[in-house]
């Protein structure tokens, strides 16, 4: 069995910060809930180029579909 690792999910969301939706996934695992909120300040800094009124993170179990889809990225548009 894989040992656990936790991912976080960078956010966008409208102004109240009710409506949000998963943009990307930071390119870093971590060990714990702990680490990966300890983290949460400056990954939230490195992401300020989304066009969002408010940025969010969580901090979510990994496994093999998150590593998936942030891989996969975002399809093209036009």
Do not use: H, W
């Not at 695992?29 to 990966?36: D, I």
């Amino acid at each position: 069995m894989a040992p656990l690792v936790y991912v976080m999910a960078i956010l966008g969301c409208g102004d109240d910060g009710a409506a949000c939706t998963r943009e990307r996934v930071a390119p870093a695992s971590y060990q714990s809930v702990a680490e990966c909120q300890a983290a949460m300040p400056a990954m939230l800094a490195s992401n300020t180029d989304l066009s969002y009124p408010v940025i969010s993170a969580a901090c979510e179990r990994g496994g093999q579909f998150v590593v998936d889809n942030a891989k996969r990225g975002k399809p093209r548009q036009g």
